[in-house]
């Protein structure tokens, strides 16, 4: 049976369409199978003289990486269609052959099983880099380049120049502490020293270069958008709210995806969060990546938070390794999401009452994006999400040997601050917490009132390795 994603078909008649899924394929016939009274059905459709009817075969093209449809006229490309009677399977499913005589699906069929064949012997005989190269030019080569610390291999990443990254260090809103060193290094420290620390720490910038007596942001972006267990401890948020509040600081909850089995924990978050709002008669915004808690939210404080859809609602296709995929970069820098469509920008704002939308600075252009009076942007940088796991994938690794061992966690105790997992230099990629982060540093900004927010994914001072081994 040939794989439905690379060649599917449907059969259109006058009255209606069917799928059909190929099973054989050469130059002068195909085969299909359907159940046996459709297929008695579609054959009798098929042969009425007189009627509308066409097969469409889309066959992928490996090198273009993209779908051809060849039509097939019933009255002029095919030459006969019958049941085939010896090859049903219990009495419940017939094959159908269709022998044609058409140039066009001639070429097609004979180009797509020459490059299927090659797909075939490069999966049984080759790596997956091999065959990744010999496919699309992945550079397999350079797969066993590897810094052996993070801030070595973020420096073999592209890089804008310092000056760039001076200015927009400058026209930072906002940080994230997205890990519970980071909430115990704000705690213990006075605020200027913290912000010192906090970019000192990033390895993103020269600090010769930006004494800039380190402009304090408007923002703090507390908790991890990715997993749930770094989110702060109850006497750690209840601090850092207060802290926020003496340092003329606004803080931003942020929230990952919740499991049911947290649903407690969540429903005791926001009665403090609640409670510390109507205290200090102030509405904190709540970053959100979980449809079921904008419900939750909508029903029982509908009027007492600011909420704004997390960059794992608002989806954009990311991945550093979409540069090996034939298209062209222009085409992939002006993909758009849903986030583009004024109608749901609307629904956001009334059903949920979101005021704004976080998205992260993946080179997708977002320049099509423009902050209205019912919705406002978030821009993160320089890291973008690329997958998230449900689970965790690093304890998978340290405990079970194999990432895909995953289970659901308990009691974390934060593997994740000692260890992450390395990717080529190449890539621009990293693994942290429970989830891949690719790096672009990048930034096009074209609108006003953006909300440019930095996040590097480190440790205070201690991030110093990228491999499997401690940080």
């Known amino acids: 049976m040939i794989p439905f994603a690379i060649l599917s078909g449907k059969i259109k008649t006058k009255t209606d369409e069917k799928e059909i899924r190929l099973l054989e394929l050469s130059p002068d016939y195909f085969t299909f199978r359907l159940l046996k009274e459709q297929a008695q059905k579609y054959v009798q459709q098929l042969s009425d003289a007189g009627q509308q009817r066409n097969i469409v075969l889309s066959f992928f093209q490996f090198q273009k990486r993209s779908y051809h ?27 159908i052959r269709v022998d044609v005589k058409n140039e066009e699906y001639r070429i097609y069929t004979e180009r797509f099983n020459k490059e299927y064949l090659n797909y075939i012997y490069l999966k049984l005989d080759e790596t997956e880099a091999d065959m990744s190269k010999a496919l699309v030019g992945y550079p397999s080569e350079k797969e066993q380049t590897y810094s052996d610390t993070l801030k070595k291999q973020r420096a073999a990443w592209t890089q804008v120049p310092n000056e760039t990254k001076k200015s927009l260090t400058e026209r930072v809103d906002g940080i994230e502490l997205d890990n519970p060193a980071w909430y115990q290094a704000y705690l213990s420290k006075p605020l200027k020293d913290f912000i010192s620390l906090y970019w ?20 703090f972006y507390i908790g991890n958008a ?35 089995k947290d649903f407690i924990k969540i429903e005791k ?34 009027n007492q938070f600011l909420l704004t859809l997390g960059c794992l609602l608002s989806k954009q296709r990311r991945d550093t390794r979409m540069n090996y995929v034939n298209r062209n970069d222009n085409e992939f820098s002006k993909e758009k999401s849903q986030i583009d469509a004024p109608f749901y920008r609307q629904y956001l704002a009334k059903h949920f009452n979101i005021t704004r939308v976080s998205l992260q600075n ?23 999400q690329m997958n998230t796991s449900g689970w965790c994938p690093l ?43 690719g790096y672009n540093d990048l930034i096009r900004i074209e609108k006003e009132g953006v909300r440019l927010v930095a996040g590097f994914l480190n440790a205070p001072l201690k991030n110093d390795s990228a491999k499997g081994t401690k940080l």
């Open 395 to 437: 304890l998978a690794m340290l405990y079970r040997g194999s990432r895909g061992r995953q289970k659901a966690v308990d009691d974390c105790h934060c593997e994740c601050m000692t260890y992450a997992f390395e990717y080529p230099d190449f890539l621009c990629m990293t693994g942290r917490y429970n989830s891949i982060f």
């Open 200 to 219: 000192e720490s990033s390895g993103w910038i020269d600090i010769d270069l930006c004494k800039i007596a380190w402009r304090v942001p408007k923002y």
């Open 226 to 260: 990715y997993c749930f267990h770094l989110f702060p401890k109850k006497t750690q948020l209840e601090a850092m709210l207060e802290k926020t509040w003496s340092d003329h600081i606004f803080p931003v909850c942020v929230f990952a995806p919740v499991e049911e």
């Open 269 to 302: 978050i926001l009665k403090l969060l609640s409670d510390w709002c109507q205290n200090k008669c102030v509405k904190i915004e709540l970053v959100i990546n979980d449809w079921g808690m904008a419900g939750l939210i909508r029903k029982k404080y509908p």
């Open 362 to 384: 993946s080179g997708i252009d977002q320049s099509f994006f423009t902050p209205d009076s019912m919705i406002g942007m978030t821009l993160h940088f320089p890291y973008f």
């Open 69 to 95: 449809e060849v039509i097939l006229n019933c009255t002029r490309d095919v030459v006969k269609i019958e049941l085939m009677p010896q090859k049903q399977m219990e009495g419940l499913v017939c094959e």
